[in-house]
């Protein structure tokens, strides 16, 4: 499977982005499940994560601003991120979990930036 991700950018706090995730290959292998984000010096973590039947979960600190929305029919995954604030610049990485796997398992992107600064 590859991953292809893109939408990252320059943005002043407050804005918006949406990101994609494009699937190809063996996509019957698991499913796109969800976006990390790892900013200098800390962990990747989970920002988003969507299972296979469409159940959604949200870190504290996006709730309420970003959405996972899916499209299974185009094979990719988006992420919709409103009021960015500083602390949400990172690498952000797309995630297919292999079937029957948690979110962190599996393929990954190779990132896209969001850098958001005034």
């Known amino acids: 499977v590859q991953l292809v991700e893109s939408g990252g950018a320059l943005v002043q706090p407050g804005g918006s982005l949406r990101l994609s995730c494009v699937a190809s290959?063996?996509?019957?292998?698991?499913?796109?499940g969800g976006w990390y984000r790892q900013a200098p010096g800390k962990q990747r973590e989970l920002v988003a994560g969507?299972?296979?039947?469409?159940?959604?979960h949200y870190i504290g600190s996006v709730q309420g601003r970003f959405t996972i929305p899916r499209d299974n029919a185009k094979n990719t995954l988006y992420l919709q991120m409103n009021s960015l604030k500083a602390d949400d610049t990172a690498l952000y990485y797309c995630?297919?979990?292999?079937?029957?796997?948690?979110w962190g398992s599996g393929y990954w992107g190779q990132g896209t930036q969001v850098t958001v600064s005034s």
């Open positions: 290959g063996n996509t019957n292998d698991g499913y796109l």
């Open positions: 995630n297919f979990p292999l079937s029957g796997r948690s």
């Open positions: 969507i299972t296979s039947n469409g159940f959604t």
